[in-house]
């Protein structure tokens, strides 16, 4: 094992998810990621506390987005409005990762503990994005029901990027699902 080598994040999340689809994530031990990837279990939790942030690391990331295109949103924008522009611009985050996306989708979908932590961290992305609105002046119920509509539109976009082929871009799919959104609540 070499002493140092870049990426090592990449490495384990990709070490993951080969072994999660290999042997299925509860057959699968943090050691056995870092040994695929590797590194020693020691730098596996340097970088995660466990074997299921793996497949969550970049939660934190994609919340960031999520927050800050939405604070820099104008002002004057209706709430939904605002959270259309915020998703548009969160594809990019998503950007020339649809197979790790799929790979990673299927792993989580395979297992109850893993769909129960993705609830959990799109709640939690949901009351950011709801506070974000309330610091731009939204009131409730309107602050968390726009970001509860805009976390089901991303849900149902990248439910359906995950599932095609890849030939149509994120934003697309989430364009799609605001459509469908907006289509529902004028009732027609």
Same mark, same amino acid.
């Given at each position: 094992?070499?002493?140092?080598?870049?990426?090592?994040?990449?490495?384990?999340?990709?070490?993951?998810?080969?072994?999660?689809?290999?042997?299925?994530?509860?057959?699968?031990?943090?050691?056995?990621?870092?040994?695929?990837?590797?590194?020693?279990?020691?730098?596996?939790?340097?970088?995660?506390?466990?074997?299921?942030?793996? +497949?969550?690391?970049?939660?934190?990331?994609? $919340?960031?987005?999520?927050?800050?295109?939405?604070?820099?949103?104008?002002?004057?924008? =209706?709430?939904?409005? =605002?959270?259309?522009?915020?998703?548009? !611009?969160? =594809?990019? *985050?998503?950007?020339?990762?649809?197979?790790?996306?799929?790979?990673?989708?299927?792993?989580?979908?395979?297992?109850? $503990? %893993?769909?129960?932590?993705?609830?959990?961290?799109?709640?939690?992305?949901?009351?950011?994005?709801?506070?974000? @609105?309330?610091?731009?002046?939204?009131?409730?119920? =309107?602050?968390? @029901?726009?970001?509860?509509?805009?976390?089901?539109? *991303?849900?149902?976009?990248?439910?359906?990027?995950?599932?095609?082929?890849?030939?149509?871009? %994120?934003?697309?799919? +989430?364009?799609? !699902?605001?459509?469908? @959104?907006?289509?529902?609540?004028?009732?027609?």
């Amino acid at each position: 094992m070499g002493r140092w080598e870049p990426n090592a994040r990449g490495r384990l999340e990709q070490a993951a998810l080969d072994l999660y689809r290999e042997r299925g994530f509860e057959q699968t031990t943090a050691a056995q990621i870092a040994e695929r990837a590797g590194l020693t279990e020691r730098t596996f939790f340097r970088h995660y506390a466990d074997k299921r942030e793996v +497949l969550f690391g970049g939660s934190q990331a994609l $919340e960031q987005v999520f927050v800050d295109t939405l604070a820099g949103t104008p002002e004057a924008a =209706a709430p939904i409005d =605002a959270m259309a522009a915020t998703l548009e !611009a969160v =594809a990019a *985050f998503f950007l020339d990762r649809h197979e790790f996306a799929r790979q990673r989708q299927a792993v989580i979908t395979a297992n109850a $503990e %893993l769909r129960e932590r993705e609830l959990v961290k799109l709640a939690s992305l949901s009351a950011a994005l709801a506070a974000t @609105l309330r610091r731009r002046g939204v009131e409730d119920p =309107a602050a968390s @029901l726009a970001a509860e509509a805009g976390i089901a539109v *991303f849900k149902v976009g990248f439910e359906r990027w995950v599932g095609d082929d890849g030939a149509r871009s %994120l934003a697309d799919h +989430l364009r799609e !699902a605001l459509g469908e @959104l907006k289509l529902v609540t004028a009732g027609a």
